[in-house]
């Protein structure tokens, strides 16, 4: 098994503003998201280790310009957010209490059993710095980008204790989720965080209808399906687990 990378030069665009770096079905890979604003950017993952990490940050260079970045990861993973090492100097690390808790408290275990899955996977991981997040939040922040704003929420406790979701308000609704398989994106992001208290549920934030909206999981292509469905199998899912 060689070293799951990034791949470069595969950044697609799938609405204003919103680009996707997928992972073209490589374990071990995230798709990894970049929205860019007027003012500043986000990137959505940071995949596994400081070589991922540092394709990913040249990619949102390379779309951002000299905008000032800011990094989320949608769980604490190794293959979503052990590259952020790359990342410090260059970006602010926000996200919400559990995750950043969770990795606090599992992050150098997870080093280790990742290590262990292979020759490959141990060499990305050799020299992992644990990166703490430089903004946390409790149930959701909005983060205003300058023409765009993202909307992290915390999901609660499925894959992880700390699975969140970011929600960007485009023309035609997108999501950057986590292993869930089922996030949406409707909501913005900013260089402007503001935290706020709410329930933390995707019914909750009162996007049932039947608006159909694209989504993007943590590792897996893109799809089309409407939010209620969307709602409904995530439902599904989370019932069965």
């Known amino acids: 098994m060689s070293a799951p990378m990034v791949p470069e030069g595969a950044t697609i665009q799938i609405a204003p503003r919103v680009h996707v770096i997928p992972d073209q079905r490589i374990e071990f890979v995230p798709n990894a998201g970049i929205v860019v604003g007027e003012r500043a950017a986000l990137v959505i993952e940071t995949a596994m280790g400081a070589a991922n990490g540092e394709r990913v940050l040249r990619e ?3 779309l951002a310009g000299e905008r000032p970045l800011l990094l989320t990861t949608t769980h604490f993973h190794p293959e979503h957010a052990f590259g952020a090492q790359a990342f ?3 970006a602010t690390y926000i996200c919400n209490r559990a995750q950043a808790e969770e990795l606090a ?3 150098r275990e997870y080093v280790e059993m990742f290590s262990g899955f292979g020759p490959a996977l141990e060499e990305l991981l050799r020299d992992v710095e644990l990166v703490a997040p430089q903004v946390v939040y ?4 909005s983060v205003d980008l300058g ?5 992290l929420r ?7 204790r700390g699975d969140q979701v970011a929600f960007v308000a485009v023309a035609k609704r997108q999501a950057a989720c986590a292993d869930l398989d089922l996030t949406l994106a409707a909501g913005g992001l900013g260089a402007r965080v ?8 995707l019914r909750g934030r009162g996007e049932g209808g039947g608006r159909t909206g694209h989504h993007r999981g943590g590792h897996c292509g893109r ?10 199998a995530a439902g599904r899912k989370l019932a069965a687990a």
């Open 138 to 141: 409790g149930d959701e922040a």
């Open 88 to 90: 410090v100097g260059s």
């Open 223 to 232: 799809g089309t399906l409407a939010t209620g469905d969307l709602l409904a």
């Open 60 to 62: 949102a260079r390379r």
């Open 105 to 107: 408290a599992k992050g």
């Open 194 to 201: 503001v935290a706020r208290r709410t329930a933390a549920s």
């Open 154 to 160: 915390h999901f609660g406790t499925a894959h992880t």
């Open 147 to 151: 023409g765009i704003v993202v909307e």
